[in-house]
């Protein structure tokens, strides 16, 4: 049976704090999800709902109160492990006396790769990611979006068979979030197993094939993003012309968005049929009927609202 | 080339690129103020006083670049989280660690070497009858090196746990004390209890000594250093920074960077 290139166990972590480290803040709880080999899976949610936190516990950053993860079947805490997987940092920064092609070089001699391959690498990796002409400069005199491209570029500069992204798309303009999304695309295409955590549901729907929803440092969804936005029940769109007395259709009106006489209404599945019968009974004009396709950031502005609404997941309190 | 040396010799470029050898020039200027003046001020000691305000000057640079860039070995790749794409690749903690302090203890040495010629050339420039022993004046540097790669472990090793700031305290604090470990060790008073005098002789043996690699006295003064002094010297530097640096790994390997 084959093994998936990621799996988390019941992966939690919480941070003591007070001034004797009493209290205990849950940053992650109980996360357990698997990245098949080959799959490119996008971690969804909000600031601080524990995006980052999984990623800095699979690449070492950090130690977790509970729980295992496997990276390639080896535990998270092997080094060897780290041969195999490629980590690009939130909003990264690199030693900024250093050019381009020197950072590249460093890292990659921690990867035992002969000073003909080294040089080999980093140029390849220098005209992925556009960065050829600014090879020589250093990085202090980088912009945000340059160090993100030097980031990606040592991220899969040993050509490991795990890349994970924390907000790869972060401070990188529309040609540059293209370029991104186009080095994802050729990692997929090579058999590389991606997992990155995103703001921008845009990308993630375009690119991933699973994404996980992670809210409040608990998962709450997972699946290909097509099937995540199924499980929230679907509405229907009527477009209607009206121009008769409100009065009579007050409930209805009050609920739609008016642009001149026609009218856009959401209303669930099950009301459709009494709904377009009380519109008929008035004289409205039925324009057209739709069944509107719940897109992944609906999809996620709901758990973030559920979250919200209810207890708080993360939970602060003494021990 | 092993891990722990790709991380030093980055460690030395970083020093290189941030002009931490420029103090080199100011050791110079110093260098040949003094052998103009001296040799106007002072009949027949030139080159005493030449050895001493030359290894004083190369004790005294040293040991503010080996605090100052020492405690943030390790908080300056924290705060600015140099370290997060660096601890993801195949290199261990305590890797990166001994990397940090072999870079900065190669910087300190090649900043010495070269403050150590600039000595050398004052005194063929000094020419006086006193009878210097080069070979001492060469111990005496030898000796500014093991105790500058001391107190460049005892800096990374707070480093690991504390603020710069704090660390600076505590290092200074641990180096001043350092110096006074015998008086520390002998100190006889009627009125300090017994305990707290068998503490005070305990501490002694627990703080850096670092009286013992003050040979400036015998450098200057042509008196040859027992060849003892120099193995026990090697010896006690080598276990003192393996301790810290081991307290410093064993630390550092489980903290969580945020």
């Given amino acids: 049976m084959a093994t998936a290139a990621i799996e988390i166990e019941n992966l939690t972590k919480d941070y003591p704090f007070g001034f004797l480290h009493l209290k205990k803040k849950t940053s992650l709880e109980g996360l357990t999800m698997s990245v098949e080999n080959g799959e490119v899976f996008g971690f969804l949610g909000p600031n601080g709902a524990g995006k980052s936190t999984t990623i800095k516990l699979l690449v070492g950053l950090i130690f977790p109160t509970a729980g295992t993860a496997r990276i390639l079947g080896k535990s998270i805490s092997d080094i060897s492990m780290h041969a195999d997987i490629g980590y690009l940092p939130e909003q990264p920064y690199f030693y900024d006396y250093l050019t381009a092609a020197e950072l590249l070089d460093y890292f990659a001699r921690f990867h035992d790769l002969s000073a003909q391959e080294r040089k080999l690498r980093v140029d390849r990796m220098l005209k992925k990611v556009g960065l050829e002409t600014a090879r020589k400069i250093q990085l202090r005199k980088y912009s945000k979006g340059m160090l993100q491209r030097v980031g990606l570029a040592q991220a899969i500069l040993h050509d490991p068979k795990v890349v994970i992204l924390d907000e790869p798309m972060s401070g990188l303009d529309p040609v540059g979030r293209r370029e991104v999304r186009d080095i994802i695309l050729e990692l997929k295409q090579a058999g590389k197993t991606v997992l990155f955590s995103t703001h921008i549901l845009s990308?993630?729907?375009?690119?991933?094939?699973?994404?996980?929803?992670?809210?409040?440092?608990?998962?709450?969804?997972?699946?290909?993003?097509?099937?995540?936005?199924?499980?929230?029940?679907?509405?229907?769109?009527?477009?209607?012309?009206?121009?008769?007395?409100?009065?009579?259709?007050?409930?209805?009106?009050?609920?739609?968005?008016?642009?001149?006489?026609?009218?856009?209404?959401?209303?669930?599945?099950?009301?459709?049929?009494?709904?377009?019968?009380?519109?008929?009974?008035?004289?409205?004009?039925?324009?057209?009927?739709?069944?509107?396709?719940?897109?992944l950031e609906e999809y996620f502005m709901h758990l973030v609202e559920a979250d919200r609404a209810q207890a708080p997941a993360v939970e602060v309190s003494g021990k | 080339?092993?891990?722990?040396?790709?991380?030093?010799?980055?460690?030395?470029?970083?020093?290189?690129?941030?002009?931490?050898?420029?103090?080199?020039?100011?050791?110079?200027?110093?260098?040949?103020?003094?052998?103009?003046?001296?040799?106007?001020?002072?009949?027949?000691?030139?080159?005493?006083?030449?050895?001493?305000?030359?290894?004083?000057?190369?004790?005294?640079?040293?040991?503010?670049?080996?605090?100052?860039?020492?405690?943030?070995?390790?908080?300056?790749?924290?705060?600015?989280?140099?370290?997060?794409?660096?601890?993801?690749?195949?290199?261990?903690?305590?890797?990166?660690?001994?990397?940090?302090?072999?870079?900065?203890?190669?910087?300190?040495?090649?900043?010495?070497?070269?403050?150590?010629?600039?000595?050398?050339?004052?005194?063929?420039?000094?020419?006086?009858?006193?009878?210097?022993?080069?070979?001492?004046?060469?111990?005496?540097?030898?000796?500014?090196?093991?105790?500058?790669?001391?107190?460049?472990?005892?800096?990374?090793?707070?480093?690991?746990?504390?603020?710069?700031?704090?660390?600076?305290?505590?290092?200074?604090?641990?180096?001043?004390?350092?110096?006074?470990?015998t008086e520390m060790r002998n100190y006889q008073s009627e009125t300090m209890s017994r305990a707290l005098q068998t503490l005070l002789r305990w501490l002694s043996y627990l703080l850096p000594n670092f009286e013992n690699f003050d040979v400036m006295a015998a450098a200057a003064h042509g008196r040859a250093i027992p060849r003892a002094l120099i193995a026990q010297n090697t010896a006690y530097a080598a276990a003192y920074c393996a301790v810290l640096l081991g307290a410093a790994a064993a630390i550092f390997t489980r903290r969580n960077l945020k």
């Fill in chain 1, 203 to 295: 990308d993630a729907e375009m690119l991933c094939d699973r994404v996980g929803v992670i809210v409040g440092g608990k998962l709450r969804g997972v699946g290909a993003p097509d099937e995540i936005v199924g499980m929230k029940a679907q509405a229907m769109e009527i477009l209607f012309e009206y121009a008769g007395a409100a009065a009579g259709l007050q409930c209805l009106l009050s609920k739609a968005t008016q642009t001149g006489k026609r009218y856009h209404l959401q209303v669930a599945e099950g009301d459709l049929y009494a709904t377009l019968q009380q519109l008929g009974s008035v004289g409205a004009k039925i324009l057209s009927v739709t069944q509107v396709k719940a897109t």
């Fill in chain 2, 1 to 181: 080339m092993s891990r722990v040396g790709v991380v030093a010799l980055n460690t030395f470029r970083e020093a290189v690129r941030d002009r931490v050898l420029y103090n080199l020039v100011f050791f110079a200027l110093v260098m040949i103020a003094a052998s103009i003046l001296v040799g106007q001020v002072s009949i027949g000691i030139e080159e005493m006083v030449i050895v001493t305000l030359g290894l004083s000057a190369i004790s005294v640079i040293g040991l503010l670049i080996a605090v100052f860039i020492g405690v943030g070995l390790v908080s300056k790749e924290m705060d600015k989280r140099t370290l997060y794409a660096l601890l993801a690749k195949p290199v261990r903690r305590w890797e990166f660690l001994l990397g940090k302090f072999g870079g900065l203890v190669l910087t300190l040495t090649v900043n010495t070497l070269a403050m150590a010629a600039g000595l050398f050339l004052a005194l063929k420039l000094v020419k006086s009858s006193a009878d210097i022993l080069e070979a001492s004046v060469l111990v005496a540097v030898y000796f500014i090196v093991l105790k500058l790669a001391l107190v460049v472990a005892l800096a990374l090793l707070f480093s690991c746990f504390t603020t710069p700031l704090l660390s600076i305290l505590y290092t200074a604090g641990l180096y001043i004390a350092g110096l006074f470990v």
